[in-house]
């Protein structure tokens, strides 16, 4: 395990938990057991944090009791210059409750990505994680700035398949998620992606239930405005079958 991926992987995805960290670092295949690989993560992480290349937050998911891999990491000051970032150094302070759920979402979502790229479900051949997989484009005839929360690149088979993906906790209203779905098309309108990459990546809501995939499919569909095909909605729980058997 090298700690600078860890610290790395932390910057890009703004907060992890320590049991996401473990999931993606200290894999049961390289240690001697799962306690093992979990002293390894808090010896890891307890080094890290003392020397503020990470930072704890005192909230953690799950409460006190659900042990070490409830924490709660994000970029300290000494990991900010250690990755030589040109971005100014964030204050740091506790994040809402809102945001902290959808970027450990979106994080989480890369875990079970990587995961099943280590199992040998497909081929993670590349990723973007934001601000870096955002899109600028030209709408109504202004500049546009596409954020999609993480864009990904799979091998499945002989098959390259191309992802722009939403992580969607439930929190927004319907309105504000169709006018996503409307930039999306707008981008995909304007054939810049085409040009720059051959290819127009799939757009994949992630939600929760079953409750919400049905409302926002069908939001989708009964959108004139919208290209049904480009847009595909899936549970959290059947993610990676998705994406390991959905057509390119």
Known sequence: MNAYSVVRNVAQFRFMTGQQIEQLHFSRTDH????????????????????????????????????????????????????????????YREPSTTFIDHTLGVAQLFVDLSTA??????????????????RQFSWRGSPATLRPDLYVALGVDEFEHRWFCEVDNGTEHLPAIIKKCRQYEAYYQSGKEQAAHGVFPRV?????DERRERTLRRAINADARLTPQLFVVAQRSAAIDMFRGAPS
Do not use: K
């Open 32 to 91: 001697d057991s799962t306690a093992s690989a979990a002293r390894a993560t808090r010896r890891t992480l307890a080094v890290l944090a003392r020397e503020r290349v990470l930072l704890r937050l005192q909230r953690r998911v799950g409460g006190a009791r659900a042990g070490s891999g409830s924490f709660i990491y994000a970029l300290g000051p000494v990991g900010h210059r250690l990755l030589a970032l040109d971005r100014p150094r964030p204050r």
């Open 117 to 134: 790229g280590r199992d040998g479900a497909f081929d993670v051949l590349g990723y973007q994680s934001e601000p870096t997989c955002w």
């Open 204 to 208: 994949c809501w992630l939600v929760r």
